[in-house]
């Protein structure tokens, strides 16, 4: 079983142009060409908290299925349903607190769910269990707190909800860190499970410095390849640049 994996901090479409192109994040990920992506910042902030990618554009481009977790978040048009003007917008979110996953068309979803974390600002995570070639998946998508203290409880957190579920099964955690550091003590709780991809650098976009952004590998699973994805499109497309994997089982 060979499969490419992919996080990549969106920053709600917003490029280092300023310029919101929901379009150009798509393009960016069909370049990458990934099975699975679990995506950060994917919902908006204010207003309808809606998609920052719409979900028809999603499936105007045909190749990924975004996961249902099941959750929304309130809304300002929760508080006027009846207002009009919402009737002409889609108002769905794509995740949880802007962690969001696309799986492959065809690819058949086990379970989803949204996880609470514990935090001081709105982030979380989210978990789709798949069906791929070769066996079942775990994929856990997250965007970690700026705060060290709780980045460390949120790992903890998740590593105790994949621990809990009834079946075992490789899992793959993605996101946005907040933590450039490769032996930070947040990180202690995933050894001796799980390991890091060796992607490198992806912030800032224009100069990326500081690898912010990881996916973090079972050892039942090999990693042939990994890295950074640095097009011209991606360098514009947000302030993270996506990073990428090969597994193998």
Not at 59 to 81: E, I, M, R, T, Y
Not at 210 to 227: F, S, Y
Request: proline letters at 6%; aromatic letters at 4%.
């Amino acid at each position: 079983m060979s499969l490419t994996v992919a996080s990549f901090n969106i920053r709600k479409a917003i490029g280092t142009d300023r310029r919101r192109r929901p379009d150009r994040v798509l393009g960016v990920l069909e370049e990458i060409g990934a099975d699975i992506i679990a995506l950060q910042e994917a919902d908006k902030r204010v207003g309808t908290r809606g998609a920052a990618v719409p979900h028809a554009l999603i499936d105007d481009h045909g190749h990924w299925d975004p996961v249902d977790f099941d959750v929304s978040h309130k809304k300002l048009a929760d508080l006027l349903p009846n207002h009009k003007v919402f009737d002409r917008l889609d108002t769905r979110n794509l995740g949880w607190h802007g962690n969001a996953i696309l799986v492959r068309k065809g690819m058949k979803i086990i379970d989803a769910e949204a996880l609470d974390l514990p935090t001081l600002e709105p982030r979380g995570a989210v978990m789709a269990e798949v069906e791929h070639d070769g066996g079942p998946l775990r994929i856990i998508g997250m965007h970690l707190d700026l705060s060290g203290l709780y980045r460390r409880r949120q790992i903890e957190r998740i590593v105790a909800h994949i621990e809990k579920r009834h079946a075992h099964m490789p899992t793959i955690i993605m996101g946005d860190t907040n933590d450039w550091r490769p032996t930070a003590p947040c990180f202690e709780p995933l050894s001796p499970r799980f390991r890091f991809a060796e992607c490198g650098p992806s912030f800032h976009s224009r100069r990326p410095m500081a690898a912010l952004d990881r996916i973090i590998v079972d050892r039942e699973l090999g990693i042939e390849n990994a890295g950074v994805h640095r097009s011209a499109a991606a360098h514009k497309a947000s302030d993270h640049l996506p990073v990428w994997a090969r597994l193998k089982r």
